[in-house]
């Protein structure tokens, strides 16, 4: 829930892992419950394979490919 902005408006934001945030207006009434319902979209996702290796090993790769 993010403070009441400069219009004097209320908004929320729902987000999770691996989805695009929404974000919302809410209306909230003093003494009363208020309920914002978010559908998020899923961000597209692939797969990458691979070695990965760090200086280290580069170092050592590149010895044994020369000696």
């Known amino acids: 829930m993010h403070p009441a902005g400069e219009d004097g408006e209320t908004y929320s934001q729902s987000d999770a892992y691996g989805f695009y945030f929404e974000t919302?207006?809410?209306t909230?009434?003093?003494e009363e419950t208020s309920e914002a319902n978010f559908?998020?979209?899923e961000m597209?996702?692939?797969e990458i394979e691979g070695t990965v290796v760090?200086?280290?090993?580069?170092?050592r790769l590149k010895m044994l490919r020369s000696g």
Do not use: F, Q, T
């Not at 760090?54 to 170092?59: G, H, I, P, T, Y």
């Open 24 to 26: 919302r207006e809410v």
């Open 28 to 30: 909230i009434e003093e």
């Open 39 to 41: 559908i998020l979209e």
């Open 44 to 46: 597209p996702s692939g």
């Open 54 to 59: 760090n200086e280290r090993d580069v170092n």
